[in-house]
């Protein structure tokens, strides 16, 4: 006797399809209805004086950008660690004094 495998159903659901407009008819309707273009990516201008953006840049060395991001990042959670810390509802202070601390007693406090 052969043993099958039953088959699970799955529990994923498909996205909910969209026709897309063509960019025929598109170019159309914007022109015959004069309608502003609103689609599209924003443009990356920066002045010639400004040079180009490090964050645009190519050729940029984006680890150092990352550490320093980092270093920003870990400075305010440090400051945060260091403000919780100095309030003062939170803080104990034991005051430890050897004898009074615990009964034990050495032997040679004993001897003497």
């Known amino acids: 006797m052969y043993v099958y495998r039953k088959r699970k159903k799955s529990q994923l659901t498909s996205v909910e399809k ?10 159309e309707r914007i022109v015959s ?9 924003p443009e990356i201008f920066t002045e010639r004086k400004d040079g180009v953006l490090s964050a645009y840049n190519i050729r ?11 270093d920003r990042v870990s400075g305010s959670i440090q400051a945060k660690r260091d ?3 100095k309030s ?6 034991v005051d430890m004094k050897g004898d009074e ?8 406090a004993k001897a003497k």
């Open 83 to 85: 403000e919780k810390g």
């Open 60 to 70: 940029t060395d984006r680890w150092e950008i990352a550490a320093a991001a980092m």
């Open 33 to 41: 209805n004069k309608e502003p273009i609103t689609d599209g990516a």
């Open 88 to 93: 003062k509802d939170d803080t104990r202070v």
């Open 18 to 27: 969209l026709e897309g407009e063509p960019i025929e008819h598109k170019i």
């Open 101 to 108: 601390v615990s009964g034990a007693e050495s032997i040679e």
